[in-house]
Structure formats: C-alpha cells, structure tokens
C-alpha cells in the first residue's frame, strides 16, 4: 500500500528565511506532485516530478525529486507572506494519486 | 468560466438522506477524480475514471457511489449520508495517458472549487 508522508506538518517561518518540505513515499512511483491550497480555496499545481534527479524552479519554490531514496523536496527560498498556504506533495502508483496530509506553512512579516 | 465546477458549493443535509454531487469540466480530459478534504488528513482519493466506462475504486469508496455520465460529467453520490461524510469534496480532472512525448507535463490533476458538505 502507498503511503505518503510529509514533514513538518506545520511550519511558522520569518519572512526572508529558507525551509524545506520533505515528502517521503513508501513505494516506487515515477511521478510526483506538489500543489498549493490558501485557505478555503481549491488546490491549484505547483509542480510535476517526473523522473530521478529531476528540479524544477518557480519564483521562490525549487521541487526535487529523489526516486531511490522516495524523497522529494520543496524548497523556499528567501519566504515572503504571499507564500502562507497549505502544500500537498502527491504520488502515482498505478494511476492512483495519493496524498500526503499536507503542510501548513506560515510566514510571519 | 471555470473548466472544473461542482455543484453544489454548500450542502446541508440529514443522516440518512441521499445525496448526488456533481462535477463537470471544460478542459476535454479523459481522467476524473473525486476526493475528500478533512482536517489534518489531505486529501484521499473516493472513486476515480479513466473513460465513460471506467470506474476504479480509490481508497476510501465504502459509503459512496459514482456515476460517469459522459466524458465531462462524474457525479459522487451518497446512498444513505452519515455525519461522518461531513468533509470537503473535491473533483478533480487531468489528461490521459502518459506519453513519452507530453512527458507528463500536462498530466498535473486540475480540481474544482469543492463542495462543502454537512451531515446532521
């Protein structure tokens, strides 16, 4: 059974710092997802993994992805407020999408 | 106009009742999904469709049933609704199949805006 694990599950940063989001999963998948929720609204996609290795940037937020290890990262960078949300990592395992629960990520001004 | 929406957006219903949510899209995709939101527990796959004719089991189905009326339709319903079905309910679509030439790009699910539902 595919497990998906996030860490931490809750995190309040200042702004200006870095942090990282690891997603562990507990069989092997070749894709993986990161999505993004504010509060109330729906999930709206960050990022697609697709192979070992991969890294993928947008703004502030760098993904990557580590296959052998079933490790992926979210990395923010330099974190402002407009970066407040929830993010999800996702795995595929036999065309199943399976979340983890999310982290809930606070940055104070 | 959105490509994913949900209808409806709130609903208040008895332990008991029947209740049908419905999902349409836009965006032309094969795959759809229904999942459910609960505090603290993400988000966890109910029934999930390739095709008109496929209907999969996620993994929390018990309690539900779905219903794909044509490509850009996939309604969830609940036979006999329990408080413990008081959650948020997303659908949820994307492209299909994996290819080496779309490398999966394309292939990130888009959700609709969610149906928030409450069972007494």
């Known amino acids: 059974e595919l497990k998906v694990e996030q860490n931490p599950l809750f995190l309040s940063m200042q702004e200006g710092k870095n942090y990282t989001i690891y997603c562990n999963y507990s069989t092997t998948s070749d894709r993986l997802y990161w999505y993004r929720q504010d509060p109330g609204k729906s999930l709206e996609s960050l990022f697609v993994?697709?192979?070992?290795?991969a890294v993928k940037q947008e703004g502030r937020l760098m993904a990557s992805l580590d296959t052998k290890a079933r490790l992926s990262t979210l990395h923010i960078t330099a974190a402002v407020h407009d970066l407040s949300a929830t993010y999800f990592c996702a795995v595929n395992r036999d065309d199943k999408i399976i979340f983890g629960k999310g982290t809930r990520l606070h940055i104070l001004p | 106009d959105a490509d994913v929406t949900q209808t409806p957006r709130n609903r208040i219903t008895k332990t008991g009742k029947r209740i049908m949510l419905e999902c349409s899209q836009t965006k032309g995709h094969d795959r759809m999904y229904w999942y459910r939101q609960d505090p603290g527990l993400g988000l966890r796959l109910i029934y999930y469709?390739?095709?008109?004719?496929?209907?999969n089991k996620g993994e929390i189905s018990d309690g539900y049933s779905v219903s794909r009326q044509a490509q850009a339709k996939f309604s969830l319903s609940l036979e006999s609704a329990i408080p413990n079905q008081t959650a948020l309910y997303f659908c949820?679509?994307?492209?299909?199949?994996?290819?080496?030439?779309?490398?999966?790009?394309?292939?990130?699910?888009?959700f609709g805006p969610g149906t928030r539902l409450l069972v007494l």
């Open positions: 993994l697709l192979s070992n290795g």
């Open positions: 949820a679509t994307s492209p299909g199949p994996y290819t080496v030439l779309n490398r999966g790009w394309q292939e990130t699910q888009y």
């Open positions: 469709s390739f095709d008109v004719k496929d209907i």
